[in-house]
């Protein structure tokens, strides 16, 4: 029971913007550079790089110039563009620097099938004015508290610590960036094994983020910042397996709440809690809190804020949503098929996390690397 219980939790754990902890907080006159002329609304540089970052225009929100399909897919502004240069492992040495060590480890480890199409950097996508009110108030109020378990005095909707000083206030920026308010899925899961065999998983869920709400002041109440129905439909062994409960904004005050329903005993039971390194469905090839790298309660690792690096990082890879493409197409062994990936050079904060002693977890030490636009984690 605990396995498929685990899908749910994975849909909560990094889908709301969540309120916490604090050190020293900036200054008025800080506080105003946000929006300005250096300063993105969330405390990114405006100005690119030499070595071809690109300059912040912000000039889009949600749609661009060109957008054909409102709804459903489209292939994006960027659709006729070429790449610029591939990096594989026989060309990667002068590239190193701007590479993580999990894509150098994958061009080391499958040099025949890994490979990074580059392409030109584009920063044209911006925060919801909404989005940018609630990380200026932030930048002002927004605390640690218990211990780095939650934030307090934090509305949802924006960046919790634009002007972040430390790993623990970093990773609660990645844990709490802003989020969709409510939203509805149907996903397709796909675990591939080295062999190229496939474990497929498909569910059905809902979530719905209060303290994200456009029309709201941002606050959270009740410690809970979201709530989630989730529904298996495959494997056909878990198929009608329910899940509904809620996210909490505080992990001092305990981890996701859950109740599940079994179509087997037709019962409906509270579990036990479902955190870190526990294992998830269809094959258990992932854990809880690697849903968008991290998620949960950062209370296992000491926190790092390690600064700033410039990387090729998957951006703007609108063709990898394309229907049209068969999974068997991208599926490939080893890697997704690289024909169908899209890097791009951007800075990224570097966080890294070690496990406390006495703590346990699968991972001994965690690199987590978050786009300074969105403060979204990469790989």
């Given at each position: 029971?605990?396995?498929?219980?685990?899908?749910?939790?994975?849909?909560?754990?990094?889908?709301?913007?969540?309120?916490?902890?604090?050190?020293?907080?900036?200054?008025p006159e800080r506080i105003a550079q946000l929006g300005g002329k250096q300063l993105t609304c969330i405390g990114a540089e405006r100005a690119g790089s030499k070595n071809g970052v690109a300059a912040y225009s912000?000039?889009?929100?949600?749609?661009?110039?060109?957008?054909?399909?409102?709804?459903?897919?489209?292939?994006?502004?960027?659709?006729?563009?070429?790449?610029?240069?591939?990096?594989?492992?026989?060309?990667?040495?002068?590239?190193?620097?701007?590479?993580?060590?999990?894509?150098?480890?994958?061009?080391?480890?499958?040099?025949?099938?890994?490979?990074?199409?580059?392409?030109?950097?584009?920063?044209?996508?911006?925060?919801?004015?909404?989005?940018?009110?609630?990380?200026r108030k932030n930048a002002a109020a927004a605390e640690l508290s218990n211990k780095g378990l939650g934030l307090k005095n934090a509305v949802g909707g924006g960046v919790p610590f634009p002007f972040a000083s430390?790993?623990?206030?970093?990773?609660?920026?990645?844990?709490?960036?802003?989020?969709?308010?409510?939203?509805?899925?149907?996903?397709?899961?796909?675990?591939?094994?080295?062999?190229?065999?496939?474990?497929?998983?498909?569910?059905?869920?809902?979530t719905l983020a209060p303290s994200a709400d456009p029309k709201g002041d941002g606050r959270v109440t009740d410690n809970i910042g979201a709530y989630f129905y989730d529904v298996t439909l495959l494997p056909l062994?878990?198929?009608?397996?329910?899940?509904?409960?809620?996210?909490?904004?505080?992990?001092?005050?305990?981890?996701?709440?859950?109740?599940?329903?079994?179509?087997?005993?037709?019962?409906?039971?509270?579990?036990?809690?479902?955190?870190?390194?526990?294992?998830?469905?269809?094959?258990?090839?992932?854990?809880?809190?690697?849903?968008?790298?991290?998620?949960?309660?950062?209370?296992?690792?000491?926190?790092?804020?390690?600064?700033?690096?410039?990387?090729?990082?998957?951006?703007?890879?609108?063709?990898?949503?394309?229907?049209?493409?068969?999974?068997?197409?991208?599926?490939?062994?080893?890697?997704?098929?690289?024909?169908?990936?899209?890097?791009?050079?951007?800075?990224?904060?570097?966080?890294?996390?070690?496990?406390?002693?006495?703590?346990?977890?699968?991972?001994?030490?965690?690199?987590?690397?978050?786009?300074?636009?969105?403060?979204?984690?990469?790989?």
């Amino acid at each position: 029971m605990k396995t498929k219980i685990a899908a749910w939790v994975t849909l909560l754990l990094g889908l709301m913007a969540l309120p916490a902890l604090a050190q020293s907080k900036p200054g008025p006159e800080r506080i105003a550079q946000l929006g300005g002329k250096q300063l993105t609304c969330i405390g990114a540089e405006r100005a690119g790089s030499k070595n071809g970052v690109a300059a912040y225009s912000g000039q889009w929100l949600d749609t661009w110039t060109g957008l054909k399909n409102p709804t459903g897919y489209d292939p994006g502004p960027y659709a006729a563009e070429k790449p610029l240069f591939t990096i594989t492992a026989d060309n990667s040495a002068p590239y190193a620097d701007r590479l993580s060590e999990g894509q150098k480890a994958l061009l080391k480890k499958y040099p025949k099938a890994f490979r990074m199409p580059v392409y030109a950097s584009h920063r044209d996508f911006r925060f919801p004015d909404a989005g940018c009110a609630a990380t200026r108030k932030n930048a002002a109020a927004a605390e640690l508290s218990n211990k780095g378990l939650g934030l307090k005095n934090a509305v949802g909707g924006g960046v919790p610590f634009p002007f972040a000083s430390d790993g623990l206030q970093a990773i609660w920026n990645v844990i709490a960036t802003r989020h969709v308010w409510n939203e509805t899925a149907t996903i397709d899961i796909a675990n591939v094994f080295a062999n190229g065999s496939t474990a497929w998983g498909k569910r059905k869920y809902m979530t719905l983020a209060p303290s994200a709400d456009p029309k709201g002041d941002g606050r959270v109440t009740d410690n809970i910042g979201a709530y989630f129905y989730d529904v298996t439909l495959l494997p056909l062994r878990d198929k009608g397996t329910i899940g509904v409960g809620f996210q909490p904004v505080d992990f001092s005050d305990g981890s996701t709440r859950v109740w599940a329903y079994s179509p087997g005993t037709r019962r409906l039971r509270q579990a036990p809690d479902i955190a870190f390194d526990y294992a998830i469905p269809p094959s258990g090839l992932r854990t809880v809190d690697d849903d968008h790298l991290f998620n949960g309660s950062p209370e296992r690792y000491q926190w790092k804020l390690i600064g700033k690096r410039e990387l090729y990082i998957p951006y703007n890879n609108f063709r990898i949503n394309d229907p049209a493409v068969r999974y068997s197409t991208l599926l490939t062994p080893n890697t997704i098929n690289p024909d169908y990936m899209r890097y791009e050079l951007h800075r990224v904060w570097v966080i890294e996390a070690t496990l406390k002693t006495g703590m346990r977890h699968i991972y001994g030490r965690r690199v987590i690397y978050a786009d300074e636009d969105t403060w979204l984690a990469h790989w």
